[in-house]
């Protein structure tokens, strides 16, 4: 029976787990045992012929999982387990089997092949992220919105700069990735401990050849196995992107709060259930399943980290703890990717209670403006400061507009008219440059994408 929620279904999309079920990860064990026969064919270390049947045959529809498990029971190998069992169905070719090669040339190199299908998907759906983030910050460039520090009003923004600063973090994460694939997606022939001893002089070429075939590239240079400073990497930029996704859910949580209420992440009135027993609730759960998710992603940086350190040219610690960690990170945040993309395309904007929200202060958050316009009229810019926190303070305390008390202020009305402290108050006229530095945001975006080098 399935234990864990990814087993069960309830958490991944059908296309990324297919990459982490156990009979692909047999079926790229396979495809690299295939590419190192063609290969020493090539360089006239195996039969032409032999090395035909091998690749023919080195696949789970002939390499049954059953007889892979059967024999692991017995021998206590699984690698060795793939290898008898492809020889059993090689006939006379299977002598020339895993030729010189060890466990961990075709177990690290698969595992590059399995990154490389994850990642297309993870980049993919990143892309596709952007895409939607760009929509909103142009759709909502010109929506004023209360803008807060320490969740306290403090001034006014726009909905579309908010979602632009969420682009940009985006687009930093699928840059990241991108550099990071050439390091990530290396594969090795090398050996037991990786000076290739077991291949002779053509050690190097078969290395190429067969990372050619499989659409890698060679390591630099490996011990018995990849460093493991190159997944550590990998794992450390998927939980980077995991936290922004819960920055992103934290604030729509946040701000689909009742008492604020300007979010909220799609509720499906015609069936979905908030609560079991109050019926009114429309609680932000995909939100907060994207906010969990990510702490189990962030988690695995550790083991990730840990597994860089190994005993000589190998040893064991690293394989069990990976089984758990590579397909965990990739299924668990392309899930939540996915999520995010889903949440965003059908959020709920209510435009009217920002406005209402804006009002709480009765306009002490244009504070600032007031103050910066008697600065620029000759006012000094502490005295400015003092004068306008004791307004705003009077304000707050007699509970009374901020622009009445500001009006019946004698030392602001010695610097401004009545007409220029309206002005200054109003939110559209202290927005600064939060247009501009949206619309530079898509500019740069839509650059970056037509200039990305595609997987």
């Not at 901020?402 to 220029?420: C, H, P, W």
């Amino acid at each position: 029976m399935p234990i864990l929620p990814i087993d069960t279904g309830r958490y991944g999309t059908p296309e990324m787990r297919r990459i982490f079920e156990e009979e692909n990860r047999f079926q790229k064990m396979l495809d690299v045992e295939a590419a190192l026969a063609l290969a020493q064919a090539e360089l006239g270390v195996i039969p032409r012929e032999y090395a035909k049947v091998i690749a023919e045959k080195a696949s789970t529809k002939y390499v049954k999982i059953e007889r892979i498990k059967e024999i692991e029971r017995e021998i206590k190998h699984e690698t060795m387990a793939l290898v008898k069992a492809l020889e059993e169905v090689c006939g006379e070719a299977g002598k020339y089997i895993h030729y010189g090669a060890t466990s961990s040339d075709i177990l690290d190199t698969a595992l590059a092949l399995q990154i490389k299908d994850a990642l297309k998907i993870i980049l993919r759906r990143l892309e596709e992220l952007e895409s939607t983030l760009m929509d909103l910050a142009s759709k909502y460039k010109h929506t004023i919105m209360m803008g807060r520090t320490h969740g306290q009003h403090a001034l006014p923004i726009t909905l579309g700069f908010k979602f632009a600063i969420w682009l940009r973090e985006i687009s930093r994460h699928i840059n990241r990735l991108l550099e990071c694939k050439e390091r990530v997606l290396v594969g090795k022939i090398s050996g037991a401990v990786g000076t290739q001893a077991s291949f002779g002089e053509i050690g190097l070429e078969l290395q190429r050849l067969v990372m050619e075939n499989l659409g890698l590239k060679p390591a630099d240079i490996s011990s018995q196995i990849i460093q493991r400073d190159i997944y550590a990497e990998l794992v450390c930029l998927l939980a980077l992107i995991a936290s922004s996704l819960e920055k992103f859910s934290t604030e729509i949580r946040a701000l689909q709060r009742t008492e604020i209420a300007e979010l909220a992440e799609p509720f499906d009135v015609k069936a979905q259930i908030g609560s079991s027993t109050m019926p009114h609730k429309k609680n932000p759960i995909k939100c907060e399943r994207i906010c969990g998710l990510a702490r189990i992603i962030r988690s695995l940086v550790i083991s990730a980290l840990e597994n860089i350190i190994t005993w000589n040219e190998r040893d064991l610690t690293q394989s069990s703890a990976e089984r758990f960690i590579i397909p965990e990170v990739f299924i668990l945040t392309d899930y939540i990717v996915n999520l995010m993309i889903k949440i965003l395309k059908e959020l709920k904007v209510d435009e009217e209670k920002m406005k209402t929200n804006m009002e709480i202060t009765m306009g002490r958050f244009m504070a600032e403006s007031l103050m910066i316009e008697l600065v620029k009229r000759g006012m000094r810019r502490n005295q400015a400061y003092t004068i306008v926190r004791e307004v705003s303070l009077k304000s707050e305390a007699e509970k009374r507009k901020f622009l009445e008390v500001v009006l019946e202020n004698n030392k602001i009305r010695e610097f401004m008219s009545e007409e220029e402290i309206k002005k200054a108050l109003k939110p559209e006229n202290y927005l600064g440059t939060a247009i501009e530095q949206i619309e530079e945001c898509i500019k740069l975006t839509e650059k970056e994408r037509k200039n990305r080098i595609k997987f």
